[in-house]
């Protein structure tokens, strides 16, 4: 399977809190796909757990990486952005 | 007239109903192995979340907007796919559901701690795993309200998942711990439910016997009836200039032009903080600039007192990185922050006298969690140096409250924060549930503290002023005057009640009432000489 790979910021000011975790976690369990999640060098996790997403403990300011299991482009860049508009706050 | 029960009272509304006792929870089984195998222990955990999960569904059916949102982000929580498998795990090793959910969400809460942005995460969380393994044991946790009659529910304190499954058969409420900030002060607070929280002695009621809830008179009468309700004072607005200054506490734009629409005679405290929690990035001199005059603009006409930042680990602003810390509470706050920020601090006064320049109003400066005469000689320091402003500090500390003899001629004014100066004088956080009568702005300890702050201060020469969230309280605004102090500032929501009060009395009437404050020996007692006072003008 390919992966369609790109980077998002965190704007919000409580960083990535359960809130926007939960809509990661609902956006990708409606999508119906693999999409995983964290910070660029280190391992990614599955967002499937919101949990899992808060123990990142990731801060306003920091850049992830995210990486979707998809053969269509088209389906990675809405899914990217729509996790870029969670972390916003 | 049967028992009266004391606490703090909640609203100013009465209420006699019937008690309902809210059971303390069931105590849940020790956690034990099981030899039933992971694939029926698992069947069990999921049965189990099933349940709980309909629980959460049936409460946000009933629930207001905001309530539902809390539940719909508890059953995320609840069914998180990493949570139920880090479970399985430990079934594998022969452990049954209950003690696979709990040891499973207890390492999740190992994961998530000493981030003050889980904290209430963590406690929802754990309060789930309770009713997971609950419903395991087949043991009901849920508060079991009536939903028809009119109760008073007397409980331990009341949580935000409690206060949800009130029902409109909640015609009062009494909590043995919580204090006036607490969770269910602010919920009965917003819904008009008639409240003493604080009762210590609240075990003592009896299921079914009718109570007076009576929060103006802070008090629980045991057969009690509204006649007997404590009224709440009056003052009729006469129109007459109040006996001090009564300025507004604002945070935002919108703030400051409510606060224009009451008797407000300028702001007693402007706290700045607000404008920096949604910016990623320090803003620049200019955009703080405009800012600010936007909010300047607005404000009531008078003298508008700035605090300066007071942000700390437990109110992060999300440029200035702060550490997480033990004890935020007594950590870097406030002014403290210009060990490691002394250029925010000084683009923040720039910005304010840009703001002062182009609005041409009249502008003092005051930095919060001062502890030392040096600390408040650096800020003025600082402070004139940046602009033409009037500068002050926020009393706080024990520590300054001892030391404003050496002010003289450093500062022009103070302020006092009566809500941290209690936590700091009675070593009681405000976050404790338990300790909520210790913060009652009436102790007797408070008071006389504040009688040597005004004393000293006008001792010194500097202009004197409490901005705490007890001078909201029209009595203890008069106490306030009485005691000496200059002017006083209160939530935008209570100037003109606090105006009319303050209308009411002359110079030598309020201070009398202080003398008669000064001298009562507890909380209840300040308090009642205080309303005696008033009562007798």
């Known amino acids: 399977m390919a992966t369609f790979e790109a980077t998002v910021t965190v704007i919000d000011p409580i960083g990535l809190h359960a809130r926007p975790a939960s809509q990661i976690v609902k956006l990708v369990k409606d999508a119906g796909v693999t999409v995983m999640l964290g910070r660029e060098g280190e391992n990614l996790v599955k967002a499937n757990s919101p949990l899992m997403l808060m123990a990142l403990k990731i801060k ?15 389906q990675g860049t809405s899914i990217v952005a729509e996790i870029q508009e969670f972390l916003k706050g | 007239m049967g028992a009266v029960l004391t606490g703090l009272g909640v609203g100013l509304n009465a209420v006699a109903a019937p008690i309902f006792k809210v059971a303390p929870a069931a105590k849940l089984p020790e956690w034990s192995k099981s030899t039933a195998g992971t694939e029926a222990e698992s069947e069990v955990l999921k049965k189990a979340i099933a349940s709980v999960a309909a629980d959460l569904a049936r409460l946000s059916a009933n629930a207001d907007e905001t309530s539902a949102e809390i539940f719909e982000a508890l059953t995320f929580l609840l069914e998180d796919e990493s949570l139920f498998e880090m479970a399985v795990g430990h079934m594998d090793e022969g452990w049954g559901a209950a003690a696979a959910y709990g040891t499973a969400v207890n390492e999740f809460a190992e994961m998530l701690a000493g981030d003050p942005a889980f904290e209430e995460r963590i406690a929802d969380l754990q309060d789930l795993s309770k009713r997971v393994q609950a419903s395991i044991a087949g043991i009901h946790v849920g508060l079991d309200l009536p939903a028809e009659g009119a109760f008073v529910i007397v409980g331990d304190d009341f949580s935000p998942a409690d206060t949800a499954q009130f029902t409109k058969a909640v015609v009062g409420v009494i909590t043995i711990k919580g204090g006036p900030t607490s969770h269910t002060a602010i919920i009965c607070r917003s819904r008009s439910i008639p409240a003493v929280v604080s009762v210590a002695d609240a075990n003592e009621l009896e299921n079914g016997s009718v109570v007076l809830v009576d929060p103006v008179g802070d008090r ?10 404590t009224k709440p004072l009056e003052f009729a607005n006469t129109g007459a200039e109040p006996l001090v200054p009564v300025r507004a506490n604002i945070g935002s734009l919108e703030d400051a032009e409510a606060a224009a629409k009451t008797g407000a005679v300028g702001v007693g405290l ?72 002394r250029s925010f601090i000084e683009d923040q006064l720039r910005g304010l006298e840009a703001a002062r320049v182009a609005t041409g109003r009249e502008i003092w400066v005051m930095a919060p969690m001062i502890s030392t005469a040096q600390e408040a000689a650096e ?4 402070a004139r140096s940046l602009g033409s402003f009037k500068v002050g500090v926020m009393v706080e500390t024990p520590s300054i409250a001892a030391l404003l003899p050496d002010l003289e001629g450093i500062v022009d004014f103070v302020s006092v924060g009566t809500n941290d100066l209690s936590q700091y004088l009675y070593a009681a956080d405000r976050m404790n549930p338990s300790l909520g009568a210790l913060l009652n702005p009436w102790q007797p300890g408070l008071i006389r503290t504040l009688e040597s702050i005004a004393s000293q201060a006008k001792a010194a020469g500097i202009y004197s002023s409490v901005c705490g969230e007890s001078a909201s309280d029209p009595a203890f605004a008069v106490l306030l005057a009485g005691l000496g102090f200059n002017s006083v500032s209160s939530s935008r929501s209570q100037v003109d009640a606090v105006r009319s009060a303050l209308a009411a009395v002359n110079e030598s009437q309020a201070q009398s009432l202080a003398k008669a404050v000064l001298a009562a020996k507890s909380a209840e007692d300040t308090k009642s000489a205080a309303v005696a006072a008033l009562s007798a003008l």
């Open chain 1, 60 to 74: 306003t300011g920091e850049t992830l990486k995210v990486s979707v299991e998809t053969e269509d482009d088209g």
């Open chain 2, 220 to 229: 629980v009468v045991v057969g009690g009836d509204l006649s007997q309700a």
């Open chain 2, 270 to 341: 402007f706290r700045t903080e607000l404008l920096y929690l949604n910016e990623s990035s320090q803003p620049s001199v200019e955009r703080q600039g405009e800012l600010y005059a936007s909010i300047l603009a607005a404000a009531p006409e008078g003298p508008i007192t700035v605090r300066t930042i007071d942000a700390g680990s437990d109110k992060p602003v999300p440029f200035l990185n702060m550490p997480e810390e033990e004890n935020p509470a007594l950590g870097v706050r406030g002014y403290r922050l210009i060990q490691d920020h």
């Open chain 2, 379 to 382: 800020f003025a320091g600082l």
